[in-house]
C-alpha cells in the first residue's frame, strides 16, 4: 500500500481512541481514505469494513490494509443463513407467487403483503407490526374497515414470512434481504471476530444494517455525508443522525 498523506481535517479522526466515531464530511473529501487512515494507525485491531455493495467490497479490497476484512452485510448474512436458502433463492418476491400462495386474485392484497413484508425486512424490529403496513402509513386514523383489512393483511403476511424461513417450503422463494433480516434478528455477536467496525455512508443504511452495526459491543467508527442520501428509496435512513450515535 503506498504511502498516504493525510490532512489537518483527517488526522483527529484517525488518531481517535473513542469507542464510537462519527465523522460527517461532505463528498469530495476523503470520507473512505480516512476510514483507511484509521485502520492503518490501528493495524494491530482486526476490523470489518461494512460496503453497501459488492462494487465498494471489491475496490476496497486493494484500498484497505491486511487488517480490515472488507464485506457487505449481505455477504455477512449468507454465511450464516443464505448458504441454507440456496435451494429457494430469489431476487424479489413475485406478486404471482404471493397471490397463488394466499390463495387469492385480490392483486392490490398481494400489492400490501409484498410492500409490508419488504418494510419489514428493512426495518430493526425483530416482529412484524402494524408500523409495516406501508399503505395507511400516513393515516393518523384508521376506518374499522381499514383496520380489519390492515389485520387480514397483517396476517398473511406472516404466513408468507413463515413459508419463507421455513427450508423445507418451496412455495415462497427466500430473497436476499429474507436472509438477511434472518441474520439480523439473531443479533449477532461480532467481537470475537473484530475489535471495530467501519461503516462507510452511513447517511444510506437501511435500519437492518444500521441496527447490526449499533448492538456490537466493539468500537463503531461512521462516516458519511447527511447531504448525500441516494437510497432514502430502499428505506435508507441516516445512520449519523441515529439516537445510538449521540454519544459519539
Known amino acids: 500500500m ?26 469530495g473529501t476523503g470520507k473512505t481514505t480516512t476510514l483507511v487512515g484509521y485502520a492503518t494507525h490501528n493495524s494491530s485491531v482486526k476490523m470489518l469494513y461494512l460496503c453497501y455493495n459488492k462494487a465498494v467490497e471489491i475496490a476496497a479490497k486493494n484500498r484497505f490494509p491486511r487488517n480490515v476484512t472488507c464485506k457487505t452485510a449481505h455477504g455477512l448474512a449468507y454465511a450464516v443463513y443464505g448458504s441454507q436458502y440456496k435451494h429457494k433463492q430469489a431476487g424479489n418476491l413475485r406478486l404471482t407467487d404471493i397471490a397463488r400462495t394466499i390463495n387469492t386474485q385480490d392483486w392490490e392484497l398481494a400489492k400490501d403483503i409484498v410492500s409490508t413484508l419488504n418494510a419489514f425486512m428493512a426495518s430493526k424490529d425483530l416482529e412484524l407490526l402494524e408500523d409495516h403496513f406501508v399503505r395507511f402509513q400516513s393515516n393518523r386514523t384508521l376506518t374499522s374497515v381499514q383496520q380489519q383489512y390492515m389485520s387480514k393483511a397483517l396476517n398473511l403476511t406472516r404466513d408468507v414470512w413463515d413459508k419463507m424461513v421455513d427450508i423445507q417450503d418451496r412455495s415462497v422463494s427466500m430473497t436476499h434481504d429474507g436472509y438477511l433480516k434472518l441474520y439480523q434478528m439473531s443479533q449477532p455477536d461480532l467481537s470475537q471476530r473484530f475489535g471495530a467496525i467501519l461503516l462507510d455512508e452511513g447517511q444510506d443504511v437501511n435500519p437492518v444494517i444500521a441496527n447490526l452495526v449499533q448492538i456490537q459491543r466493539i468500537t463503531q467508527v461512521t462516516v458519511g455525508d447527511r447531504h448525500q442520501q441516494l437510497y432514502r428509496f430502499r428505506g435508507a435512513v441516516d445512520a449519523l443522525n441515529s439516537p445510538a450515535m449521540r454519544d459519539a
Open 2 to 27: 503506498p504511502l498516504m498523506q493525510w490532512t489537518e481535517e483527517q488526522l483527529p479522526a484517525i488518531h481517535s481512541c473513542a469507542k464510537k466515531l462519527l465523522v460527517q464530511a461532505f463528498a
